[in-house]
């Protein structure tokens, strides 16, 4: 069944409508799609890079995840202008926000949001929000897309919730070859396997910090696949 959507998904003249907006009390509006399968499904947010449109990153992230699930992209706290955002580093409030955005698209659509076993995927900065946030919430974080990880992101009890969530989380950490961060990333990928962690981890040839909008299907479709696998 998922063969032919993501053909038609794939290709590039495909148009992608705007994101529908879900207010998130005491926080920024959340930009979100709807699942192209019926049924509960789950929750994939997306927490954008710092400078990052919401808005426009969620529109790229509709074309690679809705065939899995609700695509959610919440609004970092601090207004960059121009449809810009950031999160501070503040992952404390980026949590706060991340809890707030599924319940607010619950509180919406009932029982068609997951409330566990989600995805959260984070961005540079927001690799940072997300690193912090999955670690501490692996009940609704259980699978992590983390672009651009970097093992400085983590500190304190994280080697022990490493350990305590073992069975509990999927991990796939993704960099380009080029980006600055590469290194971090891979010692990231040493202490996950250092605490017998599931997780990948590709380096991607050719690639900086960014992943091109053309080539966003090709690369994350299959991590996506994979972090939500039933095995």
Known sequence: MLAPMRQAWAKAATPIPDPQRIEVPGYPDAFYYRPRVRGMRPVIMYL?????NPMEECRKWAKVATQFGWVVCPQGPVDKGGGARAWDNNAILGGQI??????ALRAKYKRRVQLHGNVLIGFSEGAFVAM???IHDTSTWSRWLILAAN????WGDAPQLLDDNRKKVRIYLF???TDAVVENTKRVGDMLKAHKMRYKMKIATGMGHEVPTDRMVTNYRRPLSWLLATK
Do not use: C, L, P
């Not at 991340?98 to 319940?103: N, Y």
């Open 151 to 154: 093992d400085q992101y983590w």
């Open 98 to 103: 991340a809890d707030a955005t599924v319940k």
């Open 175 to 177: 960099t380009g070859e």
């Open 48 to 52: 954008h890079g710092r400078g990052g």
């Open 132 to 134: 912090q946030v999955a």
